[in-house]
């Protein structure tokens, strides 16, 4: 609908910039039904979704792999297929069923040469601009300083067990101290070592747990939309591998496009791509998405966590400096110095 008549390229093209149809898994040659894998061309000359950005369809444009809401009015993306063999007679009439429709606007968006207004048509994908390369980098940054600030304050709170910062805290450390001391008196050091690996492997397994049942859940739902997607009945593994999918008549694009719209990301092509097994690309989704319970349920009863919830009373350095924290210390008064 955006596209300009005898000026933009039409919405399908070839590399001479004639009209062609969308990429189809089923294409007749000579006679011949022969199935083709379509895949988006993802690499250093486009954005991690496949696209180029210019000010028009022209032969001598410009072509960049970032948005410039100025200078880039413009955008294309090229779809690579590859014949993978002929076409059984008795899956043709499937294939040929499966096969979308170009009029369906999901359709449109989901099949060489695919061009689009980059500022009023409909937006598929997060596209990456100059705004948004800031904003990345700032998020890394917050990321990185929060992972800072968590662990110097962690280091602090085991400083101060033992520094008499807070006296209550520090007197039962000194107390679980001398009770652990003439506890090893008695109990052997094999079964206090045991006990700890034994706790290392508990807190592994609960982890383990958690993430395997999100795998298992993407898994599934993915079975129950490719199954229906393809007109039969899949299951998948975690090592199976994604190009799986593809020779199923699924693409990247529609697998990328199901997962942003189901667990509410916002993943990108190059991200999907970099995933070799469908294992991996459920690790990848459940780390983006806020639809899975990705850490164990911890409640504040003092027995259920007796080490975390103890750690959580113990004051940092920055407690005395935060006039929210009842650990607060003000300065003390200091008189001004006599006016000569």
Not at 200 to 215: H, P, V
Not at 241 to 257: F, K
């Amino acid at each position: 609908d955006y596209l300009i008549e005898a000026l933009d390229l039409p919405m399908w093209s070839d590399v001479r910039g004639a009209q062609c149809p969308c990429p189809r898994p089923v294409i007749h040659e000579g006679g011949q039904a022969y199935r083709y894998q379509w895949k988006v061309v993802v690499n250093a000359e486009t954005d991690e979704n496949g696209w180029q950005y210019a000010f028009a369809f022209t032969e001598g444009a410009v072509w960049l792999r970032a948005l410039d809401t100025v200078h880039t009015w413009v955008r294309r993306r090229q779809h690579h297929g590859r014949c993978v063999g002929p076409v059984e007679e008795a899956t043709q009439g499937m294939a040929e069923a499966r096969t979308p429709d170009i009029r369906d606007p999901q359709a449109e968006h989901s099949a060489g040469l695919e061009s689009g207004m980059g500022s009023g048509a409909q937006t598929v994908e997060k596209m990456l601009t100059e705004n948004e390369q800031f904003r990345r980098y700032i998020q890394i940054y917050l990321s990185i300083r929060n992972d800072v600030d968590f662990v110097v304050g962690i280091l602090e709170k085991h400083k101060n067990l033992i520094t008499w910062r807070d006296e209550t805290v520090t007197g039962i450390v000194v107390g679980l101290l001398l009770a652990v001391l003439a506890l090893a008196c008695v109990v052997p050091t094999r079964f206090v070592v045991a006990f700890f690996v034994g706790l290392t492997f508990y807190i592994g397994n609960l982890m383990g747990k958690t993430k395997r049942a999100n795998r298992y859940r993407f898994l599934e739902e993915l079975s129950v939309w490719s199954s229906s997607a393809c007109g039969r009945e899949l299951c998948w593994k975690g090592n199976d591998v994604c190009s799986a999918l593809e020779e199923q008549g699924v693409t990247r694009l529609q697998l990328r496009d199901w997962c942003n719209r189901t667990f509410q990301t916002q993943l990108s092509l190059r991200s999907v791509d970099a995933c070799k097994t469908l294992g991996e690309l459920a690790d990848v989704v459940v780390v983006a998405s806020s639809c899975f319970e990705k850490t164990s349920r911890r409640y504040r009863a003092w027995h259920s966590d007796v080490y975390n919830n103890f750690i959580d009373h113990v004051p940092s350095d920055g407690t005395h400096h935060d006039a929210g924290s009842i650990c607060y210390r003000a300065a003390d008064p200091v008189s001004l110095p006599a006016v000569s």
